[in-house]
């Protein structure tokens, strides 16, 4: 910062010599980073002038820019008058502080100023130096006593040219009260790895109100962890309160260079949190980063817009793209000897390696741009990065012991009860993903043994649930329906049973991301199985269970007395049908829907064409299978004539009455069982496309973007699945 001069012209403004360091700040000025207006024209909110017969140029210029794609550019062609935008700016009294970067390409003097629109009155005049080529940033305290509406003008009085960015008037509150259960040190000294002294505060500073005056490094720390922000070290680290190092972030534009911590001030206070800015500097580079940070385990992060994004150094053994209508994604850093971009989703959970930690990522906006970062030395990933650009990243610390846990599934643990090494921590919904058709499938664990054989799915028959504990302990029972093959990893999500003391991601989602985007995503509507059984239906629902019971009435030679019964269960079996039907055909409408999405895909795309084939490939599995069955599903027509059969039997006794209704039973399940079969194979083909498109994305930004679509065409079509598709909310 440069200051000429200063000039007290109202008694509406004092200049402040010293500014409290517990403040809130919120910027008033609009567009201020001039990011919003075309090329060549003013800034969207802006105004210009040429005051006194001053001749230039004002418009906004992509050529250069402090932060983001543009700046705005001041020609004064000549050495007359005063040319300068004009923001108009409605100011309340209080504290501020003005600030703004300026460059030009010679050395320069021009002036700053902020006038009263009501009387033109000058409130606050500068003169500012600026050496030649180098963005600059002025900043100065202001105080102003009334409400008015305010001019900010800043620009030549003399030819030259000049470009500004961020230009901000930013109103602080001060905030007298440090938010309970956190805590705010002066470690004293700017080591470079202080992790042992987190356990050993002796040597620390407790602040209280006065936060000014920090030798060391700032440290903030609550009930869950300390996060140090370590000028020396250049990066803000996030320990545990066992002192375990678990999380450093930088921005990921000044990765490998030589960066300090040059500036890091707290703002104030916000909903029981307090607000931190920092900036990442090194020679050429200042990067503003704000991190607000709560008494519970989540720590808002914020860099400035056009700044790209941040790098989170964490040792991963397991990154996580949760979906709660179909099955997660798993990324194991073995498989990947380079960066993988992965589809962002808004969800990013990483399963840190010691198996006491993970890491859950929420993000307000959609569609991020998101790397993981292999070091393949370890077999972890040693980052995430997020090129979040301006918005928040919510970054949360979830800890203890066997939170979670890796099972190899041995050949020996083919038809058999394994108790394995690991214990829950707490309740919860504790989760896998087994092979099941030669596709990863979600489980959850049971809270008891099932019963032997007490497991149905549609054409895979009768099985034992293979996962489920016994008080702490758990178990798995692999069969040759569901083989021992690959890692079980095992985690969590949601809450079931779960202490109130417990933060799950479930909750970390709801609290982060506000309700609409919490339920779009959640979405539990969608989670529900959809309804096959007619409305106040007579006997039951699928074709087995109705003639089941039906074969019971001929068994006992009452087809007559209870032909009304015998009816209303054809019915129910014929609304079954019905309905069954409809949904092998919304799957080829998907199918339908998706081949004319890549089609397109493919001509907009021709660099993609090798990963849209694939997906073709997984789509045309959809329209194979259903006409390699078609012929068995029959119509509603041939239903509805072996329900006239069957009811043609309640009309008389007869002892062929029960021998014929057994060869009509064989019909009725024949088709009910072909259509069960059926949307099973298309619910796993579609579960199988959703989880190759996110698997399949990783080399390039662009084919996430696609992979992106076709997981969200995918969920449209798996939600409310029938329960002889998949198990309700599995």
């Not at 995430?384 to 949360?396: A, M, T």
């Not at 030679?557 to 309905?579: H, N, S």
């Amino acid at each position: 910062m440069c200051i000429k001069k200063t000039y007290l012209l109202c008694p509406i403004i004092l200049i402040s010599l010293f500014v409290n360091s517990l403040l809130l700040a919120q910027n008033i000025v609009t567009n201020s980073d001039f990011e919003i207006g075309k090329i060549g024209e003013l800034p969207d909110e802006w105004q210009d002038q040429k005051e006194d017969g001053a001749e230039g140029n004002v418009f906004l210029t992509d050529k250069e820019s402090h932060n983001g794609k543009q700046s705005l550019f001041i020609e004064n062609t000549n050495d007359e008058g005063y040319i300068h935008p004009n923001k108009s700016v409605k100011i309340s009294p209080g504290d501020y502080i003005f600030s703004f970067w300026a460059k030009s390409d010679k050395d320069i003097e021009f002036p700053a100023q902020i006038y009263n629109e009501a009387d033109w009155n000058i409130l606050f005049d500068t003169s500012c130096s600026l050496k030649s080529n180098l963005w600059t940033k002025f900043e100065f305290p202001l105080s102003f006593t009334e409400e008015f509406t305010g001019s900010i003008q800043i620009g030549l009085t003399s030819q030259g040219r000049l470009w500004l960015d961020d230009v901000e008037l930013t109103k602080k509150t001060e905030i007298k009260q440090i938010p309970q259960n956190i805590k705010i040190w002066d470690t004293m000294t700017k080591k470079r790895d202080i992790g042992l002294e987190t356990q050993d505060k002796s040597k620390w500073r407790l602040l209280s109100d006065d936060v000014s005056n920090i030798k060391g490094d700032l440290a903030i720390e609550n009930n869950f962890f300390i996060i140090i922000f370590c000028s020396e070290l250049g990066d803000v680290v996030i320990y545990s309160k066992s002192g375990q190092k678990r999380a450093e972030i930088k921005p990921i534009r000044l990765k490998g260079k030589d960066i300090k911590l040059t500036k890091c001030s707290i703002l104030g206070t916000m909903n029981d949190s307090i607000v931190v800015e920092t900036h990442f500097s090194d020679e050429d580079i200042d990067f503003p980063v704000s991190f607000t940070i709560s008494k519970k385990q989540i720590i808002e992060i914020k860099s400035a817009q056009g700044m790209g994004g941040i790098s989170i150094y964490s040792p991963i053994e397991y990154g996580i793209v949760p979906n709660f209508i179909s099955d997660d994604l798993i990324f194991d850093p073995k498989y990947y000897k380079e960066t993988i971009n992965i589809p962002s989703e808004r969800l990013f959970l990483g399963l840190l390696n010691g198996r006491d930690s993970e890491l859950f990522i929420t993000l307000p906006l959609a569609h991020q741009d998101i790397r993981l970062v292999p070091d393949n030395d370890k077999k972890l990933f040693e980052s995430i990065e997020i090129e979040n650009d301006g918005q928040s990243i919510y970054l949360s610390l979830l800890e203890a012991p066997n939170i979670w846990h890796k099972e190899e599934l041995k050949p020996s643990y083919l038809e058999d009860d394994v108790l394995i090494n690991w214990k829950r921590p707490f309740p919860a919904k504790w989760v896998t993903q087994l092979y099941e058709d030669g596709v990863k499938t979600r489980y959850t664990f049971k809270a008891t043994k099932p019963k032997d054989d007490g497991f149905w799915r549609a054409a895979v028959g009768w099985y034992t649930y293979p996962v489920w504990f016994e008080g702490e302990k758990a178990f798995i029972r692999t069969s040759k329906k569901v083989p021992p093959k690959g890692d079980a990893i095992i985690y969590f999500l949601e809450r079931n049973g779960t202490p109130t003391s417990i933060l799950t991601p479930v909750d970390i989602i709801k609290a982060t991301l506000g309700p609409d985007t919490s339920e779009n995503i959640l979405d539990p509507q969608g989670r529900r199985n959809r309804s096959l059984t007619r409305p106040n239906c007579d006997i039951g629902t699928a074709t087995c269970e109705v003639t089941n019971q039906i074969k019971k009435v001929f068994e006992a030679g009452k087809e007559v007395e209870k032909a009304e019964y015998i009816k209303g269960g054809t019915e129910d079996m014929i609304y079954f049908l019905a309905r069954e039907n409809e949904r092998a055909m919304e799957y080829q409408d998907f199918a339908k829907k998706m081949l004319n999405f890549l089609s397109t895909a493919k001509i907009n795309k021709p660099d993609q064409k090798q990963f849209i084939e694939k997906m073709e490939k997984i789509t045309n599995e959809l329209i194979s299978a259903y006409e390699h069955e078609k012929n068995n599903l029959k119509d509603a027509d041939y239903a509805k004539k072996i329900a006239e059969e069957t009811v043609a039997l309640t009309k008389q006794k007869s002892p062929d009455n029960l021998y014929k209704f057994i060869r009509l039973k064989e019909e009725w399940t024949g088709m009910g069982g072909a259509v069960d079969d059926l949307n099973r194979v298309l619910h796993t083909i579609t579960r199988k496309l959703f989880q190759e498109a996110g698997y399949s994305c990783v080399d390039q930004t662009e084919t996430v973007r696609l992979a992106e679509e076709i997981r969200r065409l995918a969920i449209e079509c798996l939600r409310n699945p029938g329960g002889y598709e998949i198990w309700s909310n599995y």
